[in-house]
Every structure is written in structure tokens, then in C-alpha cells.
């Protein structure tokens, strides 16, 4: 049976949140500590503050018993034999990772700290960062011998947080003193020895007590560095298979059969290869940046990187080409938008090539009618509703006499979409497909004009009979 560990976890975003909960499903007792008294209100009184699926759930359980919501870092340094630091570290103007709110959690766990304490950055940080905690915590006035500093990266995906915490493909530990190696090993040996998947309430992934989570203990700057280079690596491989997709469309070829030839390679594998409209997101766009930036700072030529988010940019431009050679002027044009999120299953909408690509129509003339399912209410913020931008009630309200359909975010209700629908609210048939959501065959059946990424256009059939567009 595995022990109970008390930890805190500081920040209550994406990562700190959903750590919290899933280490209270792993058996811990958690404080979750932000500084914002509001939102700390809010969760203590039950709001959900992101859209990810089972933590409404995970909330309901353990909300203000197991997991505590507090503001106070300091009762929470005392309370706790771990302290995960899960603070935002935005990008700087200069590209590098802004570590001011880690420092600054630092010094204030510094303030507090009389017995010993394991410090884990949880948070995407740039090697050193660990050597940097500890200066801050000896220039404090703590002793040496009272705390570790590891380096615990997290690779969840929003959307699929709960699951990807808790079913690991792996759980990365470095840590340069065996005494908070020990203890971080104990606080995941829940899913390490299986002992979770065990229990018939668990939440279902692809661990099992069979197959666990493997866990690799590495020294602190290794586990840095797999984070970022994890993360670099990924959209490497976005941005290769939407720069492959372009040489497809110049050819003719088909970059859905290319994508498969090629991943069915184990050394080069599926995942990941799907071609649209560039990476987004809070991480990707972020983290490139942030670790071409260490990598400038040692000296090392990493332009690799830089390739990576040239790519990355012209994919929307590229769209825009797209829309623009479907429809010939853009300045006037009514366009349905399917999406606004930077991926499917999340209202995030922070680096969004969805809400970039509609900002660029919006600039070239056009007025946009969007829907999203979730992501609506945070556009609307930074893209209030206006002449040229309206906000719909569904997907067929978005579609209602556009000149064309534009399909941005991989929701799983855009893929199933009832194209006889469509086709009769819009007012030209056309779709420019930035996600491949479709089978450009069906699409000319059902009577489309289908532009997608890196395959052929599809063309309407002739002589379509009344039951296929109804
Ligand atoms: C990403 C990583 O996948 C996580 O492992 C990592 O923990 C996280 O960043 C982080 O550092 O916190 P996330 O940003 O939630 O997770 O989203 P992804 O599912 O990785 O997608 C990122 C972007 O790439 C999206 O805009 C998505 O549409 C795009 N993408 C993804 C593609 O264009 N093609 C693909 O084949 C896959």
C-alpha cells in the first residue's frame, strides 16, 4: 500500500490544477496554492475554471477535503514535505522564459522553510532553472541541508490532462540527491507499481497494473532539457509534415498517404504527423522559442529551431492563399468559421492559428461568423462581436449564406458535420478545410468545392442527383 504524502502544489492553472486533483486521486493530501484570492474563491466554492474532462469530476471528490484551496504559501511550506512549483513562466519579449513568478514563489517558500522540503519544478523551465532556485533560497537565508530542488516536468495535453497524468507514457524525476529522489518516487508509486489501475473506480487509459508507467530518474539538468527538447522535438515534427503537405500540393500527391508510409516506420512512428494549419497553444509556440534561446545563450547554432517556427507562420499564410484562390477577392466575402480554439477539446484559445487566421480575414475585408463549442466566450474578449465579426449559435447558424466554409479547430462535431445541411446553408459550396476533417471523395459527392492540406482539390461530381445534396 502506498503512503499518503502531503504536498502543496503552487498555481492553480493548467498543470498545477490538474496535478492537484490527480495527486489526490493517487491518495495525497494536496493544498493548492495561488495567489489570486478570486480564483481561489471560486474553486473553494466549486467553479471549474477550464474545460478538461474528468476534473469536473475530480473536483467534486476531493474539493476542500483532500485538496484544500488556500492563498497562503507559507502555512502550505509548513504543512508540506513537497512543494511543487506550477507557475506560469510566459515568453519574455526577448523569447526566453520569463522566470519572475518562479523566483518569486522561491523566495517566498524561503521566508517559511524550517524543516526539510523537497522543491519540485513542475513548471516548463530552462535547464539551470534548478541551480537558480536553490541560489535564491540560500540567498535567503536557508540552509542548505533543509531543502532538494528537483526537476519533475509534466507532459500532459490540455484536453486530455486527467488521462495523460495519470496514465504516463513516463514519469521523468531528476535529481541530483538521492533523499527527494526517494520521496518523489514514493509520491508516484501509485501508478508506478500499478497499484492505481487496481481500483475499480479508477480513471481508464492505457496504463494498467500490467503495464505501469515507467519512471526514469535522471540528474536535474536532464530532466530540463526533456522537456524542452520533448516539446521542440513535436513541433518539429508538425512543422516537417506541413512543410512535406505543401511539396504534396505541388504535386498532387496525397500527404494522408504520405503521413502513413512514413509513420508506419517505428522509428519515425504516426503520432504527431498530422498536417494543418501550424502548432498553437500555450506550450509549443513558447517553448521553441524559449529553448533556441538557451541554446543562443551557450553558443550553440540550434537554427533548426528557427526553421521549426518559420514553418510553423507561413502555414497560415498558406491558408489564407488557400481562401483567397478558392474565392477568388477576399475583400467582402462572408466566411463561416468551424473553430477558434488552438485544438479540439479545449476552450483554449492562447497562440490559436484559428483566431490568427480569422484576425487576417478580418484585416483583408472579410466579416466572419464563427462557432466554437467551447472557446467562444474567451474570443470574444480579445475579439469583441462587430460589424465584421459575429459569434453563432451552431455550426449551421455559422454556415448561414456564407460564401464559404472554413474549418480551423479539430473538434469532432466538425467531422461530423450533415453535409446535406451544410450544403444548403451556405451560399456557395465551397469548404477550405484547415484540419482534414474530411474524405475528399465524399466531399465531391455530396457536392463540394473541398480545399484541404496537402491534397488534391476535390471537385463537385456533375450531375448530382437530388438525394446526395438533397
Ligand atoms: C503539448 C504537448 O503535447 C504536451 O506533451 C505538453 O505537456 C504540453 O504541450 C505542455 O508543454 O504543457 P498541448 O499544447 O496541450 O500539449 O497540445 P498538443 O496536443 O500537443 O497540440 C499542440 C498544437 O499542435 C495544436 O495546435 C495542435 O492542433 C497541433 N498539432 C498537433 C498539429 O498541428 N498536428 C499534429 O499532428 C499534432
Same mark, same amino acid.
Given at each position: 500500500?502506498? =503512503?499518503?504524502? /502531503? ?91 520569463? %522566470? ?11 521566508? /517559511?522553510?524550517?524543516?526539510? =522540503? ?47 497524468? %495519470?496514465?504516463? +507514457? ?5 535529481? +541530483? ?11 508516484? /508509486? ?43 522535438? %513535436? ?197 477550405? +478545410? ?37
Amino acid at each position: 500500500m502506498s =503512503k499518503s504524502i /502531503s504536498i502543496a502544489v503552487v498555481g492553480s492553472g493548467y498543470v498545477g490544477l490538474v496535478a492537484a486533483v490527480c495527486f489526490a486521486e493517487m491518495g495525497h493530501a494536496v493544498v493548492c496554492v495561488d495567489n489570486d484570492e478570486r480564483k481561489v474563491t471560486a474553486l473553494q466554492g466549486g467553479e471549474t475554471p477550464i474545460h478538461e474532462y474528468h476534473l469536473p469530476e475530480l473536483l467534486g471528490r476531493y474539493r476542500n477535503n483532500q485538496v484544500r484551496f488556500i492563498t497562503d504559501l507559507a502555512e502550505a511550506t509548513r504543512e508540506c514535505d513537497a512543494i511543487f512549483i506550477a507557475v506560469g513562466t510566459p515568453q519574455s519579449e526577448t523569447g526566453d522564459a520569463d %522566470l519572475s513568478y518562479v523566483e518569486a514563489v522561491a523566495c517566498e517558500i524561503a521566508r /517559511s522553510l524550517t524543516s526539510y =522540503k523537497v522543491i519540485v519544478e513542475k513548471s516548463t523551465v530552462p535547464v539551470y532553472t534548478n541551480e537558480w532556485i536553490s541560489r535564491a533560497l540560500e540567498r535567503n537565508g536557508v540552509d542548505r541541508n533543509l531543502f532538494d530542488v528537483v526537476s519533475n516536468p509534466e507532459f500532459l495535453r490540455e484536453g486530455t490532462a486527467v488521462v495523460d497524468f %495519470l496514465h504516463p +507514457d513516463r514519469i521523468v524525476v531528476g535529481s +541530483d540527491s538521492d533523499r527527494a529522489g526517494l520521496l518523489l518516487k514514493e509520491i508516484y /508509486s501509485p501508478l508506478t507499481s500499478g497499484e492505481y489501475y487496481q481500483r475499480e473506480n479508477c480513471i481508464s487509459g492505457s496504463c494498467s497494473v500490467a503495464e505501469p508507467p515507467p519512471l526514469l530518474m535522471t540528474s536535474t539538468k536532464s530532466a530540463e532539457i526533456i522537456k524542452h527538447a520533448s516539446n521542440a522535438f %513535436l513541433a518539429m515534427k508538425i512543422s516537417f509534415i506541413n512543410a512535406v503537405s505543401n511539396l504534396c500540393e505541388a504535386t498532387n500527391a496525397n500527404v494522408e498517404q504520405v503521413a502513413r508510409g512514413i509513420g508506419l516506420d517505428t522509428r519515425i512512428g504516426p503520432k504527431f504527423l498530422r498536417p494543418g494549419i501550424g502548432y498553437g497553444g500555450s506550450c509549443f509556440p513558447k517553448d521553441v522559442a524559449a529553448f533556441r534561446s538557451v541554446a543562443e545563450q551557450l553558443g550553440i547554432d540550434f537554427s533548426l529551431l528557427t526553421e521549426v517556427e518559420k514553418i510553423n507562420q507561413q502555414q497560415k499564410r498558406l491558408f489564407i492563399a488557400k481562401v483567397r484562390s478558392a474565392l477568388w477577392n477576399l475583400r467582402g466575402k462572408r466566411l463561416a468559421v468551424l473553430g477558434l480554439a488552438f485544438k479540439g477539446d479545449t476552450d483554449d484559445i492562447r497562440e490559436s492559428p484559428a483566431v490568427e487566421i480569422v484576425r487576417l480575414l478580418i484585416n483583408e475585408g472579410c466579416s466572419i461568423a464563427a462557432f466554437d463549442p467551447a472557446a467562444m466566450e474567451r474570443t470574444q474578449q480579445i475579439l469583441p462581436a462587430g460589424k465584421n465579426m459575429r459569434y453563432a449559435a451552431d455550426s449551421y447558424d455559422a454556415m448561414s449564406d456564407a460564401d464559404a466554409l472554413l474549418i480551423l479547430t479539430d473538434w469532432i462535431e466538425f467531422a461530423e458535420l450533415d453535409l446535406k445541411r451544410a450544403n444548403k446553408a451556405l451560399r456557395y459550396s465551397i469548404i477550405v +478545410d484547415g484540419r482534414n476533417l474530411y474524405d475528399p471523395a465524399t466531399m465531391s459527392e455530396h457536392g463540394f468545392t473541398y480545399v484541404s492540406v496537402g491534397r488534391p482539390i476535390a471537385h463537385p461530381v456533375r450531375n448530382l442527383t437530388s438525394s446526395v445534396i438533397g
